[in-house]
């Protein structure tokens, strides 16, 4: 293991059991990820992203084999400390948003700094510096029911990188936006990119979302089936 690697999976199963019947929704999936990298995971529905994605991100556990994050082994992290890890290490860049509708857009910004302990003044302070960078300044005091679908993404990004985190998690994080701030979106993520050389795994049907990174990998029932590098 190396300090340049940020994302390492071995051989890793995922199984739902519903009653009797038993899913396997990952079946042995190897993924090496390099610091500064993005990586864009592609496929059919239901073939396993999001759940590889939730896996990586230890919001869920694997049925077997392993996931290092920074060289870390999750399945020997107890669930404070994954949660810990998550908090400082990580940003989670969802299709749906997950803002809280009755805080504003700069509230919804500094929740991840006031859940570490970052005194309020300071959260706020770099919560309206990042909300200046996205280009969100003049929204920053309304709710998000009152922004549009790439205003609320933007904030969505801003909440993402607040920690500055090493690694960006997205799902389908243009999903429902018009291909134009779609590919405004993914302007912002590769200029922040860039900027703070934080690692990006990304889950997308776009392809021409897939084309922003570095390496598609293709899925198809719980497994890669083949890659494709981006130059």
């Known amino acids: 293991m190396t300090n340049n690697i940020m994302v390492e999976a071995t051989d890793v199963h995922k199984t739902y059991k519903t009653g009797t019947v038993e899913v396997n929704a990952l079946r042995g999936v190897d993924l090496t990820v390099r610091r500064g990298e993005m990586i864009a995971i592609m496929g059919p529905?239901?073939?396993?992203k999001t759940t590889l994605l939730n896996l990586l991100s230890g919001l869920d556990d694997v049925t077997s084999g392993t996931v290092k994050i920074e060289g870390t082994d999750l399945s020997q992290m107890t669930d404070n400390?994954?949660?810990e890890h998550r908090a400082q290490r990580m940003g989670?860049?969802?299709?749906?948003?997950?803002l809280l509708p009755v805080l504003t857009a700069v509230e919804n910004v500094e929740m991840p700094l006031l859940v570490s302990g970052?005194?309020?003044?300071?959260a706020r302070k770099?919560?309206?510096e990042i909300m200046k960078i996205v280009g969100l300044e003049k929204v920053m005091d309304s709710k998000p029911g009152a922004l549009s679908g790439g205003e609320r993404q933007r904030t969505t990004i801003a909440r993402a990188l607040i920690n500055e985190p090493a690694i960006v998690w997205g799902d389908e994080l243009t999903g429902d936006l018009d291909d134009e701030t779609a590919n405004g979106i993914?302007?912002?993520?590769?200029?922040l990119r860039r900027e703070t050389n934080a690692t990006f795994v990304i889950v997308t049907h776009n392809p021409e979302i897939g084309k922003r990174a570095d390496k598609i990998l293709f899925m198809r029932s719980?497994?890669?089936v083949r890659e494709e590098k981006n130059v």
């Not at 970052?118 to 300071?122: C, G, L, R, S, V």
Request: charged fraction near 30%.
């Open 118 to 122: 970052i005194p309020a003044k300071e």
């Open 81 to 83: 400390k994954k949660t």
């Open 222 to 224: 719980g497994k890669f």
């Open 126 to 128: 770099r919560a309206i």
């Open 186 to 191: 993914m302007d912002l993520v590769e200029k």
């Open 45 to 48: 529905s239901g073939c396993g």
């Open 92 to 98: 989670f860049i969802f299709q749906f948003y997950n």
